[in-house]
């Protein structure tokens, strides 16, 4: 364990079966997981909209289905919900796309390069609309902006959305709050906005010495807005690849940084 992240506190973010994956694969590389859930997931306020979307699902009355986080596998799986082999798939990304299959659904589509709302809505018009028949349905959080539904329905495709949950602040244990803002914790993973401003409202701002690595372009590009400073974006936007890339770095990151 001679690596870059040995030795390094490291907040995790998120807690659950994520957070547990997490810290197992930095305790592995001799960091020091800091557990401190800023945000969960929650059911949505219209339970109804979402109990009929996910039973038309579940009824194969979708010719493709969206799924925009891993969070909205979750909720699926938490309802009981099956995607009849008749729906095709689209995921925003490789992680979502895990996630998906972890279920025991296959992924028909995947976006190249970043992982984005704009990319896979973009990518799959280009390569699927010629073949695309029937209705589709669109998955995501309250706080997602309409980019998917809003792109088929300027094509022409018929399409539904469905929030599927809600996206709630957790607030620190005043001890974590502490040991962020007197730089104990070395590093800081940042993996969505919504993690950024919980950190940011909860928290202000890091210390110098504090290592801010943000799991894609866009989560740095959000991050830097509320007044971050990003010192490492992962370059394939998965977790378990930004925790390899940190632990490669050439120095002790908080000394990179």
């Given amino acids: 364990m001679t690596g870059a992240l040995s030795g390094s506190h490291v907040l995790v973010p998120r807690g659950g079966a994520w957070g547990e994956r997490v810290s197992a694969a930095l305790t592995a590389r001799g960091a020091v997981p800091v557990v401190a859930p800023l945000i969960e997931t929650v059911p949505p306020r219209n339970l109804a909209a979402r109990d009929r979307a996910f039973a038309a ?3 194969g009355e979708y010719a493709w289905v969206f799924v925009t986080s891993a969070a909205t ?8 919900v099956q995607v009849p082999a008749s729906t095709r798939i689209a995921t925003v990304g490789q992680a979502t796309a895990r996630a998906v299959e972890a279920a025991g659904w296959p992924v028909d589509f ?16 280009v390569g699927r609309a010629p073949s695309a028949t029937g209705r589709s349905l669109v998955l995501r959080s309250d706080l997602a902006q309409a980019v998917v539904s809003d792109e088929l ?16 602040g957790v607030d620190l244990d005043q001890q ?13 993973l940042l993996t969505s906005v919504s993690v950024g401003r919980e950190l940011r409202r909860q928290v202000g701002a890091l210390p110098a010495g504090t290592l801010v ?3 894609g372009p866009g989560t740095t590009r959000d991050a830097e807005t509320i007044g971050f400073t990003v010192a490492h974006t992962a370059r394939s936007q998965g977790i378990e690849a930004l925790i390899a890339e940190l632990d490669a770095l050439p120095a002790h990151p908080k000394e990179s940084a």
């Fill in 153 to 168: 329905e300027v094509r022409g495709f018929p399409v539904d959305v469905c929030v599927s949950y809600r996206t709630v």
């Fill in 110 to 125: 995947v976006p190249v390069g970043a992982s984005s709302a704009a990319a896979m809505i973009r990518q799959w018009c």
């Fill in 57 to 59: 699902l579940a009824a």
């Fill in 213 to 215: 690595a943000s799991i």
């Fill in 73 to 80: 596998v979750e909720q699926l799986l938490a309802q009981g």
């Fill in 176 to 188: 974590v709050v502490d040991d962020l803002r007197t730089g104990i914790v070395d590093v800081v």
